[in-house]
């Protein structure tokens, strides 16, 4: 019963929540403080938690939550339960996709999305930049030296980005703390 | 079977290896998914990107299942999602079960910080190389700098950036049709 609960608790953050990890992190705090009590406090390194470790920010969260509530089998059912809504809509959509792609409408469709996510790419780059290389105004010294060479690598000699991020994070470790 | 199983490990590789989530996985996801393995081209990555944005969920998370269900249908998708989740699952139960509070070591932050600000240019370099491809008409480049300035200056959801794009690729389709007959 309680596998239950937690399994419709995240399948409905996971149907509701737009904009991905960070969007869905409201809901999981409401969710998990109506069912566990779960504290402002230990909300916050819910949040510290899912940000140094590795995979999606929801997965992790989901999987804290259910961990929490009832062990690793509410860990799984929190996990399935956010996974889950993506899973079935991302079938009717490519279904639709495949079904009507082909077509002229369709096509210009598309040619007016693609350009509209190359300026939304944009957009989280320099939504990342924000607490990262830059506070405020301000630049972060080692942060912009690291996106410097890693852009360098990556932009002149096209190094591999799971490589690079590798690197970036034993570097980070040694030289950043 | 083969084609599962490379599935599966790709994005087990991608799962483990980024983090921070969401567009933070994209630089790795393109590289693996369209250079490596020739699973979709540019255009389709940035289609998949548009498509996993606008639905709910985690954005990775639709982006795995997507490339999946394209390549091998329901088991294709079932096994690019394990993959992906499987290590931010397992991650955060060895931390509460074994590790205690590691987001307070200063090892772990400064990787962290490490990691972040090159994300921010293995961002900035895959929406340059894709745009490279994708803004060749001008119009193109109103709608790329339009939904930009939308989601940046006016906090505009990406959602509507993405719907304001597609409207204008199709009035404009339609405009141009009728001016054909116009013209005949």
Known sequence: MILIRLLLLFFRIGLFSFGGGYAMLPLIYQG??????????EFSRLVALSQVTPGPVAINAATYVGYQYAGIPGATAATIGVVLPSV???FIVSLFLVKFR???????VLSGIRPATVGLLLSAVVFLAQGSILT?????????????????????????????TVVAGVAGALVIR | MK??????????????LTFGGGYAMIPAIRRETVTKRGWTDEEGITDCIAVSQSLPGAFAVNVAIFIGKKIKGIPGAVAACFGLVFPAYLSILIILLFLGTVEDNVYIKGAFEGIKAASVALILVTTVQLGRGILKTKTA????????????????????????GGLIGYFQYQYGKRKEVENR
């Open chain 2, 141 to 164: 480049w109103v709608i790329a700098v339009i939904s930009f300035v939308a989601i940046v200056l006016l906090s505009a959801n990406a959602i509507y950036a993405i719907l304001a």
């Open chain 2, 3 to 16: 084609e599962l199983w490379q599935l599966f490990i790709t994005f087990l590789k991608i799962g483990t």
């Open chain 1, 88 to 90: 079935l809509l991302v």
């Open chain 1, 32 to 41: 998990a403080n109506e069912l566990t009590g779960m504290t402002a406090e």
């Open chain 1, 136 to 164: 405020g105004m301000q630049l972060n010294l080692l942060p912009v030296v690291f996106f410097l060479v890693v852009l360098f690598v990556a932009g002149k000699f096209n190094g591999d980005p799971i490589l690079l």
């Open chain 1, 102 to 108: 082909e077509s002229d409408a369709m096509k210009a």
